[in-house]
């Protein structure tokens, strides 16, 4: 156990520490700890991180529009299946989207409401407890599950909203020379982390690498660097083997299937969030400040398609949510009243969420 200086980051120490046995860690494991430590992970601290006076803005925080859009979209969908149906949400933080959700189907449409159940996938004891408080009065509705691979099988929907961002993952460069990547590592020294490239022939990685035409390889400069999840493609895997029938869905920003790798991203796009500013140095003060890297939506959809999933949908969150507000205001107007326009603007605004967040509706 190492001595820890008075006034230092406590989870610094702890990396720090670990690297000092081990070696250069992965930068999941790095994101992982900065993110998700049990005492001083940043989605474990309690203190404002997200709105305009936090460290950044989701959909969520805009304000209830996009819940009462969600849940107007998914009625529709669970109304085409007989019996019970499910609605299960992962990375529900605070519980405020489920919330949001669950007010409106109340309010408008009580037989749907009434063969419910809303499961939400979270480890995190500390989490659940902020969910329970804020769905209190949903409290005989709403279950709790460590992940998808210990819930029921869902027939309903399984959905996420910036998610996929959010789990650990590896940074990796591409070697002009040797025709081959490598992974960026974290050390340690003089005082800080610094990027350490390692091999990575071994990585779990690897596995997920598409097999890139020579072409494009050929003109790949030295050092690309890109990001893969194995954590986020075990976690869309584990969702649609549970989804029995209806649809998976992932609200995000991040590749598509025809841009990655991204010419206009040679460093990657590992970023830090501080106080609604970007951060250059994410390496520092870890669990301080919030950690993302581009969903991978072409793996995702590959890994869904793997499992016997049809693509129905992959567009951006402008397109989804304006059509989804068409519709309503086609076949349920007095729904329509209650949307708050000014919300709905800035959740498909093309230079704000519009077109940088993007829907992949997957079904069975």
């Given at each position: 156990?190492?001595?820890?200086?008075?006034?230092?980051?406590?989870?610094?120490?702890?990396?720090?520490?670990?690297?000092?046995?081990?070696?250069?860690?992965?930068?999941?494991?790095?994101?992982?700890?900065?993110?998700?430590h049990p005492?001083?992970?940043?989605?474990?601290?309690?203190?404002?991180?997200?709105?305009?006076?936090?460290?950044?803005?989701?959909?969520?925080?805009?304000?209830?529009?996009?819940?009462?859009?969600?849940?107007?979209?998914?009625?529709?969908?669970?109304?085409?299946?007989?019996?019970?149906?499910?609605?299960?949400?992962?990375?529900?933080?605070?519980?405020?989207?489920?919330?949001?959700?669950?007010?409106?189907?109340?309010?408008?449409?009580?037989?749907?409401?009434?063969?419910?159940?809303?499961?939400?996938?979270?480890?995190?004891?500390?989490?659940?407890?902020?969910?329970?408080?804020?769905?209190?009065?949903?409290?005989?509705?709403?279950?709790?599950?460590?992940?998808?691979?210990?819930?029921?099988?869902?027939?309903?929907?399984?959905?996420?909203?910036?998610?996929?961002?959010?789990?650990?993952?590896?940074?990796?460069?591409?070697?002009?020379?040797?025709?081959?990547?490598f992974e960026?590592?974290?050390?340690?020294?003089?005082?800080?982390?610094h990027w350490?490239?390692?091999?990575?022939?071994?990585?779990?990685?690897?596995?997920?690498?598409?097999?890139?035409?020579?072409?494009?390889?050929?003109?790949?400069?030295?050092?690309?660097?890109?990001?893969?999840?194995?954590?986020?493609?075990?976690?869309?895997?584990?969702?649609?083997?549970?989804?029995?029938?209806?649809?998976?869905?992932?609200?995000?920003?991040?590749?598509?299937?025809?841009?990655?790798?991204?010419?206009?991203?040679?460093?990657?796009?590992?970023?830090?969030?501080?106080?609604?500013?970007?951060?250059?140095?994410?390496?520092?003060?870890?669990?301080?400040?919030?950690?993302?890297?581009?969903?991978?939506?072409?793996?995702?959809?590959?890994?869904?398609?793997?499992?016997?999933?049809?693509?129905?949908?992959?567009?951006?969150?402008?397109?989804?949510?304006?059509?989804?507000?068409?519709?309503?205001?086609?076949?349920?107007?007095?729904?329509?009243?209650?949307?708050?326009?000014?919300?709905?603007?800035?959740?498909?605004?093309?230079?704000?969420?519009?077109?940088?967040?993007?829907?992949?509706?997957?079904?069975?």
């Amino acid at each position: 156990m190492c001595s820890v200086p008075q006034g230092a980051n406590l989870l610094t120490e702890i990396i720090r520490a670990e690297i000092g046995d081990g070696g250069p860690m992965p930068f999941a494991r790095f994101m992982a700890q900065a993110l998700y430590h049990p005492e001083f992970g940043y989605y474990e601290k309690d203190t404002g991180q997200v709105g305009l006076r936090g460290d950044f803005v989701t959909s969520v925080s805009v304000g209830a529009v996009f819940g009462q859009l969600l849940a107007f979209r998914f009625a529709k969908w669970l109304r085409e299946i007989d019996g019970p149906v499910r609605i299960a949400e992962a990375g529900a933080h605070d519980g405020s989207l489920a919330g949001d959700i669950l007010e409106w189907l109340v309010a408008n449409d009580e037989p749907l409401f009434e063969r419910l159940t809303y499961s939400i996938a979270e480890p995190s004891a500390k989490r659940r407890s902020w969910q329970a408080k804020r769905l209190a009065k949903f409290a005989g509705l709403v279950e709790w599950h460590d992940s998808p691979s210990d819930s029921p099988e869902i027939r309903g929907v399984i959905f996420s909203n910036e998610l996929l961002d959010a789990f650990p993952s590896h940074r990796i460069g591409w070697d002009a020379a040797k025709r081959d990547w490598f992974e960026w590592a974290v050390g340690w020294r003089d005082g800080g982390f610094h990027w350490e490239p390692v091999d990575g022939v071994d990585a779990a990685w690897r596995r997920l690498l598409p097999t890139w035409p020579s072409e494009l390889l050929d003109v790949l400069p030295d050092q690309y660097t890109t990001e893969l999840s194995p954590q986020a493609n075990a976690w869309w895997r584990a969702a649609a083997d549970k989804l029995t029938v209806g649809k998976l869905v992932a609200f995000d920003y991040g590749h598509g299937p025809d841009d990655w790798p991204a010419a206009n991203q040679p460093d990657g796009t590992v970023r830090g969030y501080r106080e609604q500013k970007l951060v250059d140095e994410v390496l520092a003060n870890p669990g301080e400040q919030d950690l993302t890297a581009h969903a991978n939506f072409g793996l995702a959809k590959r890994e869904g398609e793997s499992a016997g999933l049809q693509t129905e949908q992959f567009t951006s969150q402008e397109r989804f949510l304006n059509g989804t507000f068409a519709e309503m205001l086609k076949t349920a107007p007095a729904h329509s009243q209650a949307i708050d326009v000014r919300q709905l603007q800035t959740l498909t605004h093309p230079a704000h969420m519009g077109r940088p967040f993007r829907v992949l509706v997957q079904s069975r």
